[in-house]
C-alpha cells in the first residue's frame, strides 16, 4: 500500500513569492493535516481538510491557505513569503477526521526562502 | 493552551544500555497521546497511541506508559537502528485531528 506522497521534496523561492505544496493522502484516506516543521518551533499545525472542507486551523497568518479536492489530495500555499517561511511542511492522512486513527506522514517538502 | 514538554533534549546511550524518555503535558480533556519516531530528512513514522491513564504498549524494544500527567517510553537494550528523534504529542478532546508536539528527543544508540 502506497503511503503519503508530497511533491515537490525541495523547493527554493525568494522573498515575496508565492508557492503551492501537494499532498497525496493514503488511498481511502479521507483527512488530510498539514503541519510546519523548523528547529526552533518544532512541528506546528497549520489545518486538516476532511471532505474537502477546513475542519480545523492553527495559529497561522493569513497567507497561508489551503484546500482539498474530491479525491481528497490537498495543496497548501503560501503567499507573500517570508524569509521565516523556510521549513519542512508535512503533511499526514487518516482514514477520518475526529477520531483517533493513526495520522500517517508524508515525506514532507523542504521550502527554502532566501 | 495545550503544551507538551519533552526531556532530555539529547540522550547518548551504549548499544544494550536500557533508559527512558519523558513526555509531559497540560492539555484541556486528553483525548490521545502519541509517539513517533522521525529519522533524519523524513516525516515521523507512527509508534504508539495511548488514550488513558495506566494504559501500556509495546512494540519490540519500546515500550510506551501514560499517566495523567506524563508519558514515558522506555527502550530496552537499544540498538544504533534505534537512533532518532522521537516525538510526542498530544490530542484534545473538540480539536478535531490537530496534535500539539514536543520538541522531541534525540536518541543516539553507539555501538
Known amino acids: 500500500k502506497a503511503g503519503v506522497t508530497q511533491t515537490p521534496r525541495y523547493l527554493i523561492k525568494t522573498r515575496g513569492q508565492q508557492v503551492t505544496l501537494s499532498c497525496s493522502p493514503i488511498s481511502g484516506h479521507r483527512s488530510v493535516s498539514w503541519y510546519q516543521q523548523t528547529p526552533g518551533q518544532g512541528l506546528q499545525f497549520l489545518f486538516e481538510?476532511?471532505?474537502?472542507?477546513?475542519?480545523n486551523k492553527g495559529n497561522f497568518p493569513g497567507r497561508f491557505s489551503g484546500r482539498q479536492f474530491s479525491n481528497s489530495r490537498s495543496e497548501m500555499n503560501v503567499s507573500t513569503l517570508e524569509l521565516g517561511d523556510s521549513a519542512l511542511y508535512l503533511c499526514?492522512?487518516?482514514?477520518?477526521?475526529?477520531?483517533?486513527?493513526?495520522?500517517?506522514f508524508g515525506p514532507g517538502t523542504r521550502l527554502t526562502v532566501l | 493552551e495545550d503544551q507538551v514538554t519533552q526531556s532530555p533534549e539529547a540522550l547518548r546511550l551504549q548499544e544494550g544500555e536500557s533508559s527512558s524518555l519523558n513526555c509531559s503535558y497540560t492539555v484541556s480533556g486528553l483525548r490521545g497521546l502519541f509517539w513517533y519516531r522521525q529519522d533524519p530528512g523524513k516525516g515521523p513514522e507512527f509508534l504508539f497511541t495511548?488514550?488513558?491513564a495506566g494504559e501500556e504498549k509495546e512494540k519490540e524494544r519500546l515500550k510506551a506508559t501514560l499517566t495523567k500527567k506524563e508519558s514515558f517510553l522506555h527502550i530496552t537494550a537499544p540498538k544504533p537502528e534505534d537512533s532518532a528523534t522521537y516525538l510526542c504529542a498530544v490530542q484534545a478532546r473538540g480539536s478535531a485531528r490537530q496534535l500539539t508536539f514536543g520538541s522531541g528527543t534525540q536518541l543516539t544508540v553507539l555501538p
Open positions: 495511548l488514550y488513558s
Open positions: 499526514a492522512s487518516s482514514l477520518t477526521s475526529g477520531s483517533l486513527d493513526e495520522q500517517f
Open positions: 481538510y476532511f471532505s474537502e472542507t477546513q475542519r
